[in-house]
């Protein structure tokens, strides 16, 4: 099965409505990227989430890490049709020079 | 922020010639740089880990023979498609770990189509 697994698979959501997107670890986790990703292009960095109960926000984008660092959530407020993409979670599971682990992502369109 | 290039962003080749795409780090040092292949509609898998100065590691199910690895310098990771075949065509990523702030950074990627 797989170590790491996103929610929704794919999202419609009108421009203006607030989203949120689940990532969760089976395993701890050591770190937790988010990234976004155009079809056919490079990934985008968004945040990296460390410390358990973490926070970071970025624009309209925010992003938590659970207590028990196992799960995540991307919430985008106001979603524009700019934000549409595929969002990625990666998991780091240990420290250092780490190999990320990719989630299923999540496939985002938003209707003007 | 932290720059990765890759090159070329698309190559189109004839089954059973081989293919290298380079990884770069512009702006900074990059002991270990990764290599991912994305299918469509799919999420990146890892292929290898390429370490400078010493044999990249494999993930289970890679062909290290047909997907080589070199890390010649800090700042350069080439990937070589040996031999390749329609089945290897794919979205080609990499990425480099700055070393100071626990981030990857990803390059654009490179397209492979193999006819």
């Known amino acids: 099965s797989q170590e790491l697994e996103q929610s929704p698979q794919s999202l419609i959501v009108q421009e203006g409505k607030n989203l949120t997107i689940n990532c969760t670890s089976s395993?701890?986790?050591?770190?937790l990227y988010w990234y976004k990703q155009k079809y056919g292009e490079g990934l985008i960095f968004l945040m990296m989430l460390q410390k358990g109960g973490e926070e970071k926000s970025h624009e309209k984008i925010t992003a938590k890490l659970d207590e028990k660092k196992q799960q995540s959530s991307l919430h985008i407020t106001a979603s524009q049709p700019s934000h549409a993409g595929i969002y990625l979670c990666?998991?780091?599971?240990?420290?250092?020079?780490?190999?990320?682990?990719f989630g299923t992502g999540t496939k985002l369109q938003v209707i003007p | 922020g932290a720059v990765v290039s890759q090159h070329p962003s698309w190559v189109i080749c004839k089954s059973g010639t081989s293919v290298k795409i380079e990884c770069r780090s512009l702006d900074f040092q990059a002991t270990t740089m990764f290599w991912y292949r994305q299918f469509p509609k799919q999420s990146l898998m890892l292929m290898a880990t390429?370490?400078?100065?010493?044999?990249?590691?494999?993930e289970q199910g890679v062909e290290k023979d047909k997907f080589l690895i070199n890390h010649a310098s800090l700042t350069l990771s080439t990937l070589t498609v040996t031999s390749a075949h329609p089945e290897d065509s794919s979205f080609y990523i990499c990425?480099?770990?700055?070393?100071?702030?626990?981030?990857?950074?990803f390059g654009p990627g490179t397209r492979l189509t193999v006819l």
């Open positions: 990666g998991a780091g599971y240990s420290g250092g020079y780490q190999k990320v682990t």
């Open positions: 390429s370490n400078e100065g010493s044999k990249a590691t494999y």
């Open positions: 395993k701890t986790l050591y770190g």
């Open positions: 990425s480099a770990d700055s070393g100071s702030t626990d981030t990857q950074y």
